[in-house]
T-cell receptor, first 113, second 115 residues
C-alpha cells in the first residue's frame, strides 16, 4: 500500500537561509508526486507536482523539488526563505493502483527573524 | 483565491447535533472531494463525488454523508456529532474523475467546533 512520510513535523530556519523539507513515499509503481502549502488560516494550494520527465520540478514562490526514484524521495527545497514562507507543507502521492491522493502528515516551516 | 467556496466559515454546535457544510467547486470542475483536518489525525480524505455520483470513499464515518447536486455544489452532512468531530473540513475540486496527476483546488475550509 502507498504511504507518505514527512520526516520532520517542524523545521525552524532563519530568514534568508536555505531549507529542505523531506518527503519519502512507498510505492512500487509509477508515482505522481505533489507538494501543497497551507498558509495560516487558509486552504491548501499546489506548490508543484511531478508527473514525468525532468526529475527537478520548479514551483511557485521559488520552491523546487527533486524526484529521486532510487531513494523514493521527493524533497522540497528553497535557497533562501522569507518570513512569508511560514506555513505548513504537505507532500502527497498517487499512482496507478490508487488514484486518490495519499497525504503526508505535514511539516510546519517556522521562519526565525 | 482558488475559486472554491465553502460555507459557513465557522460553526459551533453541541454534541448530538447535525450540521451541513456546503461547497461550491470551481467553475467547470466536476469532481468534489471532502477532507477532514484535525490535530491528531492530520489531513484525511473523506469522500469524492464526480458529476453527481459517489466515486471514492476514504475514512468517512457512517454518521457522515455527502451528496453532489445537479448544479455540482456539494454538501457534507455530519450527524450525532461528537467532541472528536471538531476539525477543519475542506472541500476541493478538480476537472476530472481522479485523473492521475490532476491538481485539486482547495476551499478555505469550515472550522467546526463541537461543544
Amino acid at each position: 500500500a502507498q504511504s507518505v512520510t514527512q520526516l520532520d513535523s517542524q523545521v525552524p530556519v532563519f530568514e534568508e537561509a536555505p531549507v529542505e523539507l523531506r518527503c519519502n513515499y512507498s510505492s512500487s509503481v509509477s508515482v505522481y508526486l505533489f507538494w501543497y502549502v497551507q498558509y495560516p488560516n487558509q486552504g491548501l494550494q499546489l506548490l508543484l507536482k511531478y508527473l514525468s520527465g525532468s526529475t527537478l520540478v520548479k514551483g511557485i514562490n521559488g520552491f523546487e523539488a527533486e524526484f529521486n526514484k532510487s531513494q523514493t524521495s521527493f524533497h522540497l527545497r528553497k535557497p533562501s526563505v522569507h518570513i512569508s514562507d511560514t506555513a505548513e507543507y504537505f507532500c502527497a502521492v498517487s499512482d496507478n493502483s490508487n488514484y486518490q491522493l495519499i497525504w503526508g502528515a505535514g511539516t510546519k516551516l517556522i521562519i526565525k527573524p | 483565491d482558488s475559486g472554491v467556496t465553502q460555507t459557513p466559515k465557522h460553526l459551533i454546535t453541541a454534541t448530538g447535533q447535525r450540521v451541513t457544510l456546503r461547497c461550491s467547486p470551481r467553475s467547470g470542475d466536476l469532481s468534489v472531494y471532502w477532507y477532514q483536518q484535525s490535530l491528531d489525525q492530520g489531513l484525511q480524505f473523506l469522500i469524492q463525488y464526480y458529476n453527481g455520483e459517489e466515486r471514492a470513499k476514504g475514512n468517512i464515518l457512517e454518521r457522515f454523508s455527502a451528496q453532489q447536486f445537479p448544479d455540482l455544489h456539494s454538501e457534507l452532512n455530519l450527524s450525532s456529532l461528537e467532541l472528536g468531530d471538531s476539525a477543519l473540513y475542506f472541500c476541493a475540486s478538480s476537472v476530472g474523475d481522479s485523473i492521475l496527476g490532476e491538481t485539486q483546488y482547495f476551499g478555505p475550509g469550515t472550522r467546526l467546533l463541537v461543544l
